[in-house]
């Protein structure tokens, strides 16, 4: 006797749509991986972009911004914006996901 899954679908085509998951969540991370995230913090005085890979790829500054005088409020800034272009890119990434699993819950997956 073959086991069933609900739904009348056959282990082997609930195996063959769980393959398909797979490759559709590599594919989609790859190109999360590849694709640029940016943020702007204190009005534009500060932009970091970053990769899917949370690899920072630029950090670019107002020159007003470099103060020898407050380099605690540089940092800050730095942080903040390398924080939320890390984040963008994590919200993509659960995004693609989201859609690769295409509505399916599976324990231990995501």
Known sequence: MKARIPGGQSQ???MKKIQQMQEDMANI???IEETEYKASVGGGAVEVTVNGAHEILSIKMQPDV???EDIDM???LLISAI???IKKANDAM???MEKAKGGLSIPGLF
């Open 29 to 31: 991370q790859n190109e």
């Open 94 to 96: 659960e995004q693609g």
């Open 74 to 76: 540089l940092e800050d």
């Open 83 to 85: 924080n939320e272009s």
């Open 12 to 14: 082997a085509d609930m």
């Open 66 to 68: 470099v103060d020898p």
